[in-house]
């Protein structure tokens, strides 16, 4: 299994501005994934982190509204550019398995950041 | 594209009757399914994960069962409590690890 955090819990922010959401696992490993999920609905992927290659991103979602950074095998950070009331969500990361995972593993998720934009 | 159907969006139950919870989706070339809860205000937690070879996957009193063929799962929570409360999600897994979330059941067990 992998524990994960994510810094911050939550956060309210100003239209325009940006937040960097950071993810922290217990354990190395390869897949990492950034999910959002909107106000009453289920789960979206915005983009595949994997360490060593470029952050892989989901049709509608771009680079430069959420740049993402894996420095590690340990560590991502998730950044919401320019704001706007429409990011108002949870942001998630997940993980698979451990260093050499296969995706048939159970796929982790930290606990979330809640972000509302006014 | 694969899409996930959650089948009822919403279920109450008194303490311990048995819930069914109906998961389907389009593309039968998964890797495998999990299934998760979500409690309010938390992140996910992993109940189960079939892989797609499987057919049956039991955790206690969870078991999920999977029809790739017809693209249907469905996850048994026995003998409910009321500390199963939660909105349950089904993902689909492709061969990168990419999940496809369900909107999810949210199921209420009255004590």
């Known amino acids: 299994s992998a524990v994960i955090s994510q810094k911050p819990s939550r956060d309210i922010c100003q239209r325009g501005t940006s937040l960097t959401i950071q993810c922290q696992v217990d354990?190395?490993?390869?897949?990492m994934f950034w999910y959002r999920q909107q106000p009453g609905q289920s789960l979206t992927l915005i983009a595949t982190?994997?360490?060593?290659?470029?952050?892989?991103?989901e049709s509608g979602f771009v680079i430069d509204k959420f740049p993402i950074s894996r420095p590690n095998l340990t560590f991502s950070t998730l950044t919401v550019s320019n704001m706007s009331p429409e990011d108002s969500s949870i942001y998630l990361c997940?993980?698979?398995?451990?260093?050499?995972?296969?995706?048939?593993?159970?796929?982790?998720f930290g606990p979330g950041t809640r972000l509302l934009v006014l | 594209k694969q899409e996930v159907t959650q089948i009822p969006a919403a279920l109450s139950v008194p303490e311990g009757e048995n819930l069914v919870l109906n998961c389907s989706f389009t593309?039968?070339?998964?890797?495998?399914l999990q299934w998760f809860r979500q409690d309010p205000g938390k992140g996910l937690t992993s109940l189960l994960l079939?892989?797609?070879?499987?057919r049956e996957q039991t955790s206690g009193r969870l078991n999920a069962s999977l029809d790739k063929s017809s693209g249907r799962s469905t996850l048994y929570i026995a003998a409910s409590q009321p500390g199963d409360s939660a909105t349950y999600l089904c993902?689909?897994?492709?061969?990168?690890?990419?999940?496809?979330f369900g909107a999810g059941t949210q199921v209420v067990v009255t004590p």
């Open positions: 997940s993980v698979v398995g451990g260093r050499d995972p296969f995706p048939g593993e159970t796929q982790y």
């Open positions: 354990s190395q490993v390869t897949m």
């Open positions: 982190a994997n360490q060593g290659s470029e952050a892989t991103y």
């Open positions: 593309d039968s070339a998964i890797y495998n």
């Open positions: 079939i892989q797609s070879s499987q």
């Open positions: 993902a689909v897994a492709d061969s990168w690890g990419k999940l496809q």
